[in-house]
T-cell receptor
Framework: SQTIHQWPATLVQPVGSPLSLECTVE??????LYWYRQAAGRGLQLLFY??????ISSEVPQNLSASRPQDRQFILSSKKLLLSDSGFYLC????????????FGPGTRLLVL | SQQGEEDPQALSIQEGENATMNCSYK?????LQWYRQNSGRGLVHLIL?????REKHSGRLRVTLDTSKKSSSLLITASRAADTASYFC????????????FGKGTLLTVNP
């Protein structure tokens, strides 16, 4: 069966510090991978998606970046965090051309102070 | 812009009652999905309905889709306290490729 992992679960970082969030998927190959951000009481905002190794599409201009160094690994990064980067970050995967169900990880809660 | 918009934003009912949540969207879709999110957790897929389907059932869930009105509804029958969660609709817009667009969700509270 497929599983998706995210870490860390929670993170408190000062403004201006770097960020690295990791997401890995097990039990499937060549998944589509997604990073979302969810502000408190809001819906999900798609940040990045990837259909293959090294292929990253950005949805929203910002100070975040994503990388996919391996087939089942998706990393969200920032060189300098802003207060507005606080939120709940969710990684998800899908197969079948991306039009079917997305499976979500447990999320990382980031607080930038 | 938000493709899917759920209504109401919040809903509070008693155990045993039915809960109905609605979703409206703006553009043509390939399919529409409903997801559930418990507080502080990831989303869990509930049901997918394709653009050529009008109604779908899964256990206590019933989803309808009206493409002429660009709207969908999620009905949870005989609700339980464990159904307390946020519910999101997500649309796969025609021509979007690989992406779902989520609404802001309906927060359902089922009181025991």
């Amino acid at each position: 069966s497929q599983t998706i992992h995210q870490w860390p679960a929670t993170l408190v970082q000062p403004v201006g510090s770097p960020l690295s969030l990791e997401c890995t998927v097990e039990g499937t190959s060549n998944p589509n991978l997604y990073w979302y951000r969810q502000a408190a009481g809001r819906g999900l905002q798609l940040l990045f998606y990837s259909v293959g190794i090294g292929q990253i599409s950005s949805e929203v201009p910002q100070n975040l970046s994503a990388s996919r160094p391996q087939d089942r690994q998706f990393i969200l990064s920032s060189k300098k965090l802003l207060l507005s980067d606080s939120g709940f970050y969710l990684c998800a995967w899908s197969s079948g051309g991306g039009r079917e169900t997305q499976y979500f990880g447990p999320g990382t809660r980031l607080l930038v102070l | 812009s938000q493709q899917g918009e759920e209504d109401p934003q919040a809903l509070s009912i008693q155990e045993g009652e039915n809960a109905t949540m609605n979703c409206s969207y703006k553009t043509s879709i390939n399919n529409l999905q409903w997801y559930r999110q418990n507080s502080g957790r990831g989303l869990v897929h509930l049901i997918l309905i394709r653009s050529n389907e009008r109604e779908k059932h899964s256990g206590r869930l019933r989803v309808t889709l009206d493409t002429s009105k660009k709207s969908s509804s999620l009905l949870i029958t005989a609700s339980r306290a464990a159904d307390t969660a946020s519910y999101f609709c997500a649309t796969d817009a025609a021509g979007s490729n690989y992406k779902l667009t989520f609404g802001k969700g309906t927060l359902l509270t089922v009181n025991p």
